[in-house]
């Protein structure tokens, strides 16, 4: 099966492409993007040489579907999904900071919670908690790339204030929709019989200077889920959660002595690891969604996409 590894489209008006560890983003004339939602796999920072079949169409199909879900509380940036892989949507201006909220203790979280730290960017947590505990009400824990390299640094509201990141009507704003959203996950998740654990929103402005939400949201890739059933014996009985997310592919990653480390080789991923990699992947996109997944054409994948996307704008 073919794989969209990337994508040579031919759009008019283009003016510029970028290309991410997993998306590539076409900026057209007319404030309006184009995103390809490839079948590459990233993992420790590290993209892998092959794809995963329908890993593109599964993210950008999961990332509309909350979209469409969530669109009453907060305006985004979406229009259309011409084909499976693509999204079309508004152009906005990015705000630089990602608005992290977490309903439990895990994760970054629950890493800095056993170095002795209550305080996550000014937010507290209590004491007494273990690992994957919810916390008495989710907390918002705000990350901005950090000034030096390109990993995310904890920042707190007043920081971002004081920084000129955003206005503190802005954030006031973003912290609104932050908890509203996640509001709005825990329930459909909990329809799914999992629980959003914690996720992370980014926002934009418009040309009007509106906040947008932008990018996706309550996916295995920008999310962390459990499954219900059975979360209350396992945190009594002191045992790991059930994890809906890729964490699965970094466990064997790592099991096979690989962790993004210098010097260490990537293992060699065969065809049989890769479908069954696929195939949790339409997995998650099932437990997520509640819909019957639907496997998109793979036999000429280039042509498809330039003919979806050209009958999308000559319409």
């Known amino acids: 099966m073919q794989t969209i590894m990337q994508s040579e489209l031919q759009l008019k008006g283009c003016k510029s492409k970028y290309n991410g560890k997993v998306r590539e983003v076409y900026h057209l004339e007319n404030d309006t993007l184009v995103m ?48 499976p892989n693509i999204a079309v949507g508004k152009a906005c201006a990015p705000l630089k ?29 209590p004491e007494g908690m273990r690992e994957n505990d919810a916390f008495p009400e989710p907390i918002i824990t705000p990350a901005t790339k950090a000034e030096q390299g390109d990993h995310d640094e904890d920042i707190t509201p007043e920081e971002l204030v004081s920084r000129n990141i955003v206005t503190s009507e802005e954030y006031a704003q973003l912290e609104t929709y932050t908890k509203a959203l996640f509001k709005r996950g825990t329930e459909m998740a909990a329809k799914q019989g999992l629980i959003l654990v914690d ?17 996706e949201i309550h996916t295995p890739d920008s999310s962390r889920y459990f499954y219900a059933d059975g979360y209350e014996t396992r945190q009594s009985e002191g045992t790991p959660q059930r994890q809906l997310s ?4 970094r466990r064997w990653l790592i099991e096979h002595g690989f962790q993004g480390l210098e010097g260490q080789a990537l293992p060699k991923m065969s065809d049989e690891y890769i479908a069954s990699v696929s195939e949790r992947y339409i997995e998650l996109y099932e437990h997520i969604t509640g819909k019957k997944f639907v496997k998109a054409d793979l036999s000429d994948v280039a042509n498809r996409m330039q003919h979806n996307l050209d009958l999308y704008f000559q319409s």
């Open 246 to 249: 890729k964490e699965f592919v």
């Open 36 to 83: 390809v939602a490839s079948d590459r796999l990233s993992a420790f920072d590290v993209v892998m040489p092959k794809g995963i079949p329908y890993k593109g169409q599964i993210l950008n199909q999961i990332a509309a579907h909350m979209l469409e879900a969530t669109a009453d509380i907060v305006p985004n940036w979406l229009e259309a999904l011409p084909d």
């Open 199 to 215: 996720t992370k929103y980014e926002f934009g402005k418009d040309t009007n200077g509106n906040i947008v939400l932008i990018d």
């Open 97 to 125: 900071v990602e608005m992290v909220i977490r309903g439990y203790l895990a994760g970054h979280a629950a890493r800095e919670y056993a170095l002795g730290k209550r305080l996550l960017c000014g937010a507290t947590m």
